[in-house]
């Protein structure tokens, strides 16, 4: 079963239940004629001839949306590779910053402006705390993931950031580490100026979604969580999996069970083991879609000496660290084979894409 299956079988049936075409965003519909043009004619391709048996064969072009369960893969492979060979010496932490359940709504509807807001909001009290003497008073470097799904790809709004326990000086020629191995930032405060920052973001840019959060939020507790992750190679690993990927991967599907309901794996976190759960085809349609990013949005940003701005800085740091100059090792990609023969293949000429209406239109019915 693969996601292409779903989509031509029940899209109609979304499309019918949500009151029309017309109630569907814009993202949405961009997100399921990827996915149906994927590895299709619809994107054009290239024909290749293998040079042993002489045979032909069709290669069309991946779609390379976020939300495709079938692409992203060599994209996350390459970000991991770039990430670790960045690593410093240094323990690393990973921080979880997370928005109260009240306010998923508000984000569904305002995601673009409040997925701003969430990195703002979290990058700041980051800065806050590593700038104040107390803590280590210097400038800190750290990776940004925004991550919204769940195990059974509920909407949960999140994002994770992988920081090294070391920050840079203000005159930018000292390391300063932390005091101890295992503890960044105290864990109050740092949710205090989290939630105090997001509150303060809406009501200065925003204010009549400001006016729409109900005030007890200005007084609760908002959840972060905080743990070491030793030299931060396992952490990059977990969040590769969220750089160009989307919700769920389709070696989860198990098909249909007897209602006609879709069976999904997903590994319960409390005790590690796989899990079957059944879901409706459009309910497994709509969580699907609950996560496809705002056109263009970048869900992974860098800060600090590891932003892009601040090269200099970050040579200047392992300099002072003595690490090595950064040598990034890509995977290599598995030369293209024949299936008949396992012959190399030649690459013969382009395939141009093809015309026509959108797919995902033409599976609705005309009324």
Known sequence: MTLVDLLRQH?????????????????HW????????????????????????????????????RACPRCGGAEQQEWSARQQARLLPVPYFMLTF???????????????????ALFAATSGAVKDLFADPKHFGGQPGFIAVLHTWTRQMSYHPHIHL?????????????????RYPEFLLPHVPL??????????????KHPGIASDLDPALHESKWNINVRAVGRGKSALRYLSAYVAKSAFA??????????????????????GRPKRMTLEPV?????????????????????????GAARAAYRRLRFLLGCPSVKVILPEQAPLCCPCCDGPMQRMHKIPPARGPPLSSALIPEE
């Open 11 to 27: 899209w109609p049936e979304y499309v019918a239940r949500v009151g029309g075409a017309s109630q569907i965003p814009a993202p």
């Open 30 to 65: 961009r997100a399921v004629e990827a996915v149906l043009s994927c590895r299709t004619p619809r994107l054009g391709g290239h024909v290749h001839r293998c040079t042993d048996c002489g045979s032909e064969h069709y290669a069309y072009h991946s779609c390379n949306h």
């Open 98 to 116: 997370t928005v109260p359940e009240p306010m998923r709504g508000l984000f569904l509807r305002y995601d673009r402006i409040l997925y701003k």
């Open 162 to 178: 992988i920081v090294p326990a070391l920050a840079l000086g203000p005159q930018g020629c000292e390391v300063i580490h932390a």
């Open 191 to 204: 949710a205090e100026r989290y939630r105090d920052r997001f509150l303060a973001y809406l009501q200065d």
């Open 250 to 271: 389709e070696s989860r599907l198990d098909g249909y069970d007897r209602q006609g309901r879709i069976r999904l794996w997903w590994t319960d976190s409390a005790d």
């Open 283 to 307: 309910e497994f349609i709509r969580r699907w879609l609950l996560h496809v990013l705002p056109r263009g949005f970048t869900r992974v940003r860098h800060y600090g000496f590891l932003s």
